[in-house]
């Protein structure tokens, strides 16, 4: 038998080059799984509650017969998908704590002549390694502004250029306002969107400073691990100062093209910090096609925000830049050029 267990540091290096098969069942996986790992479950939800019920009130070798009465017509598909996915005949494997899903399905994949290694403490153990690695300390620059800065368009222009970057709204499908749904897929859960930091985090140079955007706690529905953004509030953000006027056309690019319902429905959801008046008002810009007016009485709301969040940092961390320019490639050498005063 080609079955071996190993570490969650042994493991995660392992997946550099061999496939990931997650045997737990599919509401787990989706909950929060190792990026790029396969879902191959053993049981399906309803079947893990039938034999997680035997084994509490009958014991061991009962829940056992009960899974090979639900998995096992099915144990040859699984290990179809199993061989479809290994590499060079290798697979990882995991369940929740690396104990029966995963032992059983490494057994039936073995059988098949594959070199099996298995998760010691399974996806339990991995969380764990996750959140202890997001609690540690990074260098870290947070590119700040008010709504329409282009911040994340400056990230990407420093990111080509060699500079380590995180874009943390990509990780959460969220633009991070309102309106930040719009055009996007739907968000992961808010510990995928940790396993998903901590996959990017781990290919970066910890010498070497990293980028980020200046978030809130939450981006739409998912929020950022509680270490990761104290750090964030503790560290150097550089604030780059635009004006409505020179934002605003880059907003008007971004949102003008959605439907009106769409809009309004986004504008609805402040409504009660916008108040009453000012969420009518934008309403019936939208509606009259006058997007640009709706963007200005959102932006009232949203620049005030924004510069009450600011005033929670330490004024001693931050460094204003000023610009009258929309270009990306002249701020993003503005805001490099703060950077490079910064002391580590």
């Not at 179809?80 to 290994?86: C, I, N, T, W």
Request: proline share 3%.
């Amino acid at each position: 038998m080609q079955v071996q267990k190993v570490d969650i540091i042994r493991f995660l290096e392992l997946s550099e080059t061999i496939k990931i098969a997650d045997v737990r069942s599919p509401s787990e996986y989706n909950i929060g799984h190792i990026p790029g790992a396969v879902n191959i479950p053993l049981f399906d939800d309803i079947e893990r509650a039938a034999v997680g019920i035997k084994y509490k009130k009958e014991g061991r070798l009962p829940a056992i017969l009960e899974g090979l009465r639900h998995s096992g017509p099915l144990l040859r598909f699984k290990l179809e998908q199993a061989l479809k996915a290994a590499t060079e005949g290798k697979l990882l494997v995991h369940c929740w704590r690396g104990g029966m899903r995963s032992e059983a399905m490494a057994w039936l994949f073995s059988l098949a002549g594959l070199e099996v290694h298995v998760l010691d403490g399974g996806y339990k153990s991995y969380r764990r390694y996750v959140l202890e690695y997001l609690s540690e300390k990074n260098k870290m620059i947070v590119l700040g502004g008010m709504t329409g800065s282009s911040k994340t368009h400056i990230l990407r222009y420093l990111k080509n250029n060699n500079q380590q970057v995180i874009d943390l709204e990509q990780l959460a499908n969220h633009k991070g306002s309102a309106f930040g749904a719009l055009g996007q897929p739907s968000q992961p859960t808010t510990e995928q969107f940790g396993n998903l930091l901590f996959d990017d985090l781990k290919k970066l140079n910890k010498d070497l400073p990293l980028w980020v955007e200046d978030e809130s706690r939450n981006i739409g529905t998912v929020f950022i691990p509680d270490s990761f953004y104290l750090n964030m509030q503790e560290t150097a953000t550089i604030v780059l100062e635009m004006d409505l006027n020179t934002r605003l056309p880059r907003l008007m690019q971004e949102y003008s093209g959605y439907p009106s319902g769409s809009l309004k429905s986004s504008i609805l959801k402040i409504s009660k910090r916008l108040g009453g008046d000012k969420t009518n008002d934008a309403i019936n810009a939208v509606e009259s096609g006058d997007i640009a007016k709706a963007i200005e009485i959102v932006l009232y709301y949203y620049d005030k925000a924004y510069l009450f969040g600011l005033k929670k940092k330490n004024s001693k961390n931050i460094i204003y830049v000023n610009t009258d320019t929309d270009d990306i490639e002249a701020n993003a050498l503005k805001v490099l050029d703060a950077a490079s005063n910064l002391k580590w």
